[in-house]
């Protein structure tokens, strides 16, 4: 019986302990491009199903995904990928009124910002980043609609693949964050 007390406690340690947690985004550190006071909102950045496991994926093959073992992420994606979006548009347009849609602005909004991913997923070779963004000018009542994409090259490690993950979303934050500099009227 203290066999398998003891036997029973060791699984339970050591499969707990093993689960390991990631995040994107934790050391943004952009050049502001221009400065900017305008106030801009951002809508929380819609996901795939897939994303909104608190587990890691990877592609397999065309027709399957897979969990990674052990691998979780530590926030939700939608919030975190909401949250660096907003945190590199204040860097990137040195601006403190970039909030998140509808809580966090006092101001009257000049524009919002809308992401909808439609896959952003590793295989052992590659991360793959599809999304729409949708640019709204609120005085002029006007939208801009934009269809990203981007590949990243990565290995089958998991470090690798958050690493490519991490790149592949600052390309398409970057790319966000010229569109708006470059269309301060939709």
């Not at 007390?5 to 502001?32: H, P, R, W």
């Not at 994303?51 to 975190?80: F, G, N, S």
């Not at 599809?130 to 490690?157: C, G, W």
């Amino acid at each position: 019986m203290k066999t398998l007390v003891l036997l029973l406690s060791m699984l339970l340690f050591t499969a707990c302990g093993s689960k390991k947690f990631y995040t994107l985004g934790e050391n943004i550190n952009v050049v502001a491009q221009t400065t900017s006071l305008e106030s801009i909102d951002v809508v929380k950045v819609l996901v795939p199903k897939y994303l909104k496991e608190h587990k890691v994926v990877r592609q397999i093959t065309p027709y399957q995904i897979e969990l990674v073992d052990k691998a979780h992420w530590l926030i939700p994606m939608e919030k975190k990928l909401t949250d660096i979006l907003i945190e590199y548009l204040q860097q990137s347009m040195n601006n403190p009124n970039v909030h998140l849609y509808p809580w966090d602005s006092d101001n009257e909004t000049k524009r919002r910002v809308a992401v909808d991913i439609k896959r952003f997923i590793a295989s052992n070779t590659e991360v793959v980043l599809k999304a729409n963004y949708k640019i709204m000018d609120l005085e002029n009542r006007s939208t801009q609609i934009k269809h990203f994409e981007t590949s990243v090259a990565t290995t089958p490690d998991i470090q690798n693949m958050m690493k490519a993950m991490e790149e592949a979303y600052m390309k398409l934050l970057e790319e966000i964050t010229i569109t708006l500099i470059n269309n301060k009227s939709v």
